[in-house]
Structures are given as C-alpha cells and as structure tokens.
C-alpha cells in the first residue's frame, strides 16, 4: 500500500465520524432552542404557576382557617423563584422535543426490529413521569403539608404564661419562604416520577436480558428493603405518607415483575419459532436460575 494512499483512507474513516458528530450538534441546538423558548413562555408566566404549585399548601392553611401567605427572606428571591419556576416548566414543555430529537440520532443506527423494542419505552417514560408527578402533587403534597402544618402552636387570649405574670401566651404559626416551598414540591414531584419509572426502567432490562423474572421474585426482600429506605429519604417522617409510597412502589415493582415474565415469554417463543431454543435449553437455564 503506498503512502500517498493512507491520508485518503483516513479521510474516508473520520468523515462518517465527522457527520455524526455534525448531527449531534444539530441535535443539540435544537434541544437547547426548545429548552430556552420554554423557559422564556414559562418566565412570563411564572405567577401564575407558582400560585398553581400552592394549591396544596393553600388548600391546607385554608382548612386551619389560615391565610396563605408567603414570604421573600432575600431581596432576589423572588427573581429565583421565578427562574426555578420556569426552568421546571421549560424543561417539561421541551422535553417532547428533546425526546424527539434523541431518537432521531439513535434511530438510524438501530435495525427495524429494535426501534420496534425501544419506542414504546420513550412513550411510556414521560407518560410514567407525569403519572407519578401528578400522585405526588394531588395525593402526598396535601399529606405531607397537612403534616407539617400540625405543628403549629395558637396562644388562646386570656391565657396567662406560667412562670411569667401578664405575658402574652405563645404562638408558633406557619410564615413560609417562597422558595423553601418551591424546593420541597419540586422534591416530592422529581423523586415520585423517577420512582414511576421503575416498570419502564427493569421491562427494558429484562428486554436486554440484564434481569429476569425468578431474580426479580428471589430479590422481593432486598426490594422492600430499598423501597423502605427511600421513603424514608424522599417523604416527610409522617406513617402515612411513608406507607402510601411504599404501597405504590412496591406495586410498580410486582407490575414490573409480570411485564419483565411476559417479555421472557415472548423472547422464548421467538427464539422457539426460529429454531434457535428447545426444551433442553429451557429447562438448564431455569436451574441456573434457581441456582442463583
């Protein structure tokens, strides 16, 4: 081969290389568009998100008959609460976008029958993050507010401090910062839609043969254990709210054990059709299985 060949074949090796990473820019910018033009709608419609974000809050305070007020501690902490407000909502607006401009880069590397495989789990993945945001703003940020605000100490008149003749009786009531509130909701909604990936999350590993049925039945007692420790991480120390999380994770995890058993299934009898696994096959790798 002679010299004046191998800068043309390096040419010929790097320019596929140098248009996938022109498209992955493109891919980029584009995402990046999407992400500041719903920022900036969200930015001019901050207030009345926010004040939507307080309904559980609100709803609370209005059931003790208390006002519900909030409070800047900073100067600039109305402007930050503004921009959380629509980062979060930028993010959610642009994220069709996003997901759509991802695949467009992974899908012409995959055959016909993995897009077929990986499709369906970009569609269920921000339909299960909505689903578990939505449980955790109309069901455990009502529990967890309701909790909380149980705390509150009211001075009835009349009442005379003991150990302090004509002191005004003590009252410990709720004045909250704005964005110490938006940082607790946005919280319990980030950690409740990533915990409702959890099917999408072991179905697309059992897909890829990472997990299995059987190993996902014999790890039922590490699986209570892990869910446990979350709740106890990402809800409030109330009994309540810690029981509704590990009830509904706990679901999603069986949910996940029959979806991971029914893509075995399916896989087997793929493979069964195309002469590719028998019988014989079936029965070692089940006594693998039940050696592990």
């Given at each position: 081969m002679s010299p004046t060949n191998r800068p043309d074949e390096i040419?010929?090796?790097s320019a596929p290389l140098i248009e996938h990473l022109a498209e992955l820019r493109s891919r980029l910018i584009k995402s990046v568009l999407a992400f500041v033009v719903g920022m900036v709608m969200c930015f001019t419609v901050a207030t009345p998100i926010f004040n939507f974000l307080t309904a559980p809050?609100?709803?609370a305070l209005a059931s003790r008959g208390q006002d519900c007020?909030?409070?800047f501690i900073s100067p600039q902490e109305g402007f930050f609460v503004a921009i959380k407000v629509s980062l979060l909502g930028g993010f959610m607006l642009a994220f069709p976008v996003i997901a759509g401009q991802m695949w467009r880069f992974v899908a012409p590397g995959l055959y016909r029958s993995e897009k077929n495989a990986f499709l369906p789990f970009l569609v269920a993945s921000p339909f299960m993050f909505l689903l578990g945001a939505s449980f955790a703003f109309y069901v455990v940020t009502p529990l967890a507010y309701n909790f909380f605000l149980g705390f509150q100490q009211f001075g009835a008149s009349g009442e005379v401090v003991e150990g302090v003749p004509g002191a005004a009786p003590l009252s410990v009531v709720f004045q909250g910062s704005a964005q110490e509130y938006l940082n607790l909701t946005i919280k319990?909604?980030?950690a409740f839609g990533l915990c409702f990936q959890l099917p999408v999350l072991l179905t697309l590993m059992g897909k890829a043969g990472l997990v299995s049925e059987k190993g996902l039945r014999?790890?039922?007692?590490?699986?209570?254990v892990?869910?446990?420790t979350l709740a106890a991480l990402v809800t409030p120390p109330d009994v309540i709210t810690q029981?509704?999380?590990f009830v509904v994770v706990y679901g999603l995890y069986e949910i996940?054990?029959?979806l991971v058993g029914h893509v075995e299934r399916k896989r087997n009898e793929e493979l069964r059709r195309e002469g590719l696994l028998d019988e014989d096959d079936e029965i070692f790798e089940d006594e693998l299985e039940d050696e592990k």
């Open positions: 040419e010929d090796q809050l609100c709803d007020d909030l409070i319990f909604i980030v014999a790890g039922r007692k590490w699986a209570i892990g869910i446990l029981v509704i999380l996940s054990i029959r």
